[in-house]
Structure formats: structure tokens, C-alpha cells
């Protein structure tokens, strides 16, 4: 059984029309707890230590479960507050829990890159990024989660950032 912690936000609704329109294809009795929600807009170090300590609790409230905890974390390579909570959640599920996955994902195409890209926020321009649907996304990771790995990189497509924003302003003349 699939549970999303935290459905809300555009990967959550991928996951849960994924699940809905296909099933729930885990014909096993695991229960798969899939935490997708971290505050990517916010990369204060503020915002990124509360998330840390959100995801902890989380850890540390399923400590005696024998589910599957699923992270979703990322490719960026990008310094900062966000990719150092991320890596360090990471390494607190690794020691925390033997039954877990994590799946490293690119930059996802929604609102927030899209708007980002539209008004020259995403940094660097120009140069490329690695970016993937919600969908192929959410695909992806249920497809995966029965396989042995336990750390997963689901790569995505490299895209011209100045393309790509002149795709995403041709769209919206």
C-alpha cells in the first residue's frame, strides 16, 4: 500500500492520479511511505532547517515501523541551504531506517521552473538544466519502488534554459 505524506503540491498530484488512474501496483502487504514535500521556493537557511526538522520528526515517528520510507531528493548540484538539508536527510534516513529508498530527482517542469526560467530568476542563465515531467516522474518512481536499489537517480533531459524560456514565452503570447 502507497501512502503520500503530505500529497499537496504538483509531484503529489502526479503521484496520486498516477495511483489513481493505474492502481496501486505494490501487490505486496509493505506499506510504501513516499515523503515528497520539502519547501523548494524558500531556500533560506531557516526555511531549509525547519524542513530538516520536519522530515526528522517523520523519521523518527516511523523508527519502529517496519514500512518502506521513501525520500525524494535531488540532482541539483546547486551550493546552498536546500541541497545541504536534502543531503543531510538523506544520510539521517540511511542511518535511521534499513528499509528505505531514495530517489534523486532533476528540476521538475511546473509552475515554479517555468516561472523561474520566465522572469530570469533561475540562476545560471544562460546554460543548460536537467529537467523531467511530473509525470514521467511520478512513473518512475512507483515503477521502482519493489526493485533491490536503495538509491535511485532518475535523470531527466538536458535543456537549453534560452530555449526552453523563448518554448514557455511563445506559449503564453
Not at 20 to 47: F, R, V
Not at 163 to 171: I, M, N, R, V
Request: with cysteine.
Amino acid at each position: 500500500m502507497i501512502k503520500l505524506i503530505n500529497g499537496r503540491g504538483q509531484l503529489g498530484m502526479a503521484l496520486q492520479n498516477y495511483i489513481k488512474t493505474l492502481g496501486d501496483p505494490t501487490p505486496d502487504d509493505t506499506e510504501y511511505l513516499i515523503y515528497h514535500t520539502w519547501n523548494i521556493e524558500d531556500q533560506s537557511l531557516e526555511a531549509q532547517i525547519k524542513e530538516y526538522e520536519k522530515f526528522s520528526k517523520f523519521v523518527y515517528d516511523i523508527r519502529d515501523s517496519n514500512c518502506l520510507c521513501v525520500f525524494i531528493s535531488t540532482l541539483h548540484e546547486n551550493d546552498g541551504h536546500y541541497l545541504y538539508y536534502k543531503m543531510k536527510a538523506e544520510s539521517l534516513l540511511k542511518e535511521e531506517r534499513n528499509n528505505y529508498k531514495i530517489y534523486r530527482i532533476p528540476y521538475m517542469i511546473g509552475k515554479g521552473l517555468c516561472h523561474k526560467i520566465i522572469y530570469d530568476k533561475y540562476d545560471p542563465l544562460p546554460g543548460k538544466i536537467e529537467v523531467s515531467t511530473l509525470q514521467k516522474i511520478a512513473y518512475r518512481i512507483i515503477g521502482h519502488l519493489q526493485g533491490p536499489e536503495k538509491l535511485i537517480c532518475l535523470h531527466g533531459d538536458w535543456l537549453d534554459v534560452n530555449s526552453l524560456k523563448e518554448a514557455l514565452l511563445y506559449e503564453r503570447a
